[in-house]
């Protein structure tokens, strides 16, 4: 596995398992945008000759608000802290990124090129296997925390897991949402009728999604090849009974599948795609006062055939 060498970055490798991850960096790094976490870009996984992610730009351009690939995770996707309460010009905060500046009068937008005014503090610390991030910040309106990320691959099996921790170490309560959008594509292959995409649950009866793919049973399948178009449908939204924050994408022809399985309940799961990615995107909920913390997890694990 060789890394793009304009961007700082690292391997792990468990002598079965290579996952490539780019480093958080407000000069050089592989993702500089406003709106997903800086820390832990799992940009390819290879397994027994099988790759899993792939950039989800052709081109690749490091400001771009989705120039990523794989589990790419974002805090706060319509409310940023202190977003409503900033004039223009003014700074609120965006978890994993830092401290960026509102442009204007009108609602935030998860896609708009908000300048970072500070991108916080990182720490960084790796070994063969694992890399733990940790960055912390603190505002003069009250905003604080302190986010802990690692990126460990698995002894026993091939797979991963993210663990995050979030610390409020302000003066005021922190409730937003938290996402991973799952970048995901196997062996290169673009996604559309030669992927099968499965959830812990099931529709009540068939749904189509723009008429191109159904969502029937646990299972959504993809009629015909996407081209220019993309794919989105909100499949759940209500309370978790407890293992709705999982899901596998599959790429029939090769065999080749990831699955993952988090331990926070989901309020919503969603289903994105384009070719160059199928996105099942579970949304958590993190709830804390002053002093309070929440740690959650999310194991990967990779299945190729033979």
């Known amino acids: 596995m060789t890394p793009d060498a304009a961007y700082p970055s690292v391997v792990l490798d468990n002598g079965e398992l290579q996952a490539l991850v780019y480093l958080p960096d407000a000069g050089r790094g592989y993702?500089?945008?406003?709106?997903?976490?800086?820390?832990?870009?799992?940009?390819?996984?290879?397994?027994?000759?099988?790759?899993?992610?792939?950039?989800?730009?052709?081109?690749?351009?490091p400001v771009r608000h989705d120039a990523l690939a794989g589990p790419a995770e974002e805090f706060a996707m319509f409310a940023p802290m202190g977003y409503?309460?900033?004039?223009?010009?003014?700074?609120?905060?965006?978890?994993?990124?830092?401290?960026?500046?509102?442009?204007?009068?009108?609602?935030?937008?998860?896609?708009?090129?908000?300048?970072?005014?500070?991108?916080?503090?990182?720490?960084?610390?790796?070994?063969?296997?694992?890399?733990?991030f940790e960055q912390q910040l603190v505002t003069d309106s009250g905003w604080g925390y302190r986010?802990?990320?690692?990126?460990q691959l698995m002894a026993d099996e091939p797979g991963l897991v993210l663990t995050r921790?979030?610390?409020?170490?302000?003066?005021?309560?922190?409730?937003?949402?938290?996402?991973?959008?799952?970048?995901?594509?196997?062996?290169?292959?673009?996604?559309?009728?030669?992927?099968?995409?499965?959830?812990?649950?099931?529709?009540?009866?068939?749904?189509?999604?723009?008429?191109?793919?159904w969502f029937r049973g646990n299972r959504i399948d993809c009629g015909e090849a996407l081209g220019e178009r993309s794919l989105w449908i909100e499949l759940f939204e209500g309370r978790d009974p407890g293992f709705y924050n999982a899901a596998l994408v599959r790429?029939?022809?090769?065999?080749?599948?990831v699955a993952f399985r988090g331990d926070a309940p989901v309020e919503r799961m969603v289903f994105w795609a384009v070719e160059r990615a199928a996105c099942p995107e579970p949304f958590i909920r993190i709830r804390l006062l002053p002093g309070e913390a929440m740690t959650w997890s999310s194991h990967y694990r990779y299945h190729v055939p033979g």
């Open 147 to 151: 986010y802990l990320k690692r990126v």
């Open 84 to 132: 409503a309460e900033a004039g223009a010009g003014e700074a609120f905060v965006k978890i994993g990124v830092g401290l960026l500046r509102r442009l204007d009068s009108a609602d935030y937008r998860f896609d708009a090129p908000y300048p970072i005014l500070h991108a916080g503090d990182w720490r960084i610390e790796s070994t063969a296997a694992s890399i733990d």
């Open 165 to 213: 921790q979030l610390e409020n170490t302000g003066t005021r309560a922190i409730d937003i949402d938290h996402y991973n959008h799952n970048f995901t594509l196997i062996d290169d292959r673009p996604y559309g009728p030669d992927y099968s995409v499965e959830f812990p649950f099931a529709s009540d009866a068939p749904r189509s999604i723009d008429d191109i793919a």
């Open 251 to 257: 790429n029939d022809r090769s065999g080749a599948a």
């Open 31 to 61: 993702y500089r945008g406003s709106r997903f976490d800086w820390s832990g870009i799992v940009a390819r996984v290879e397994l027994r000759g099988h790759r899993f992610y792939a950039p989800l730009h052709a081109r690749h351009d």
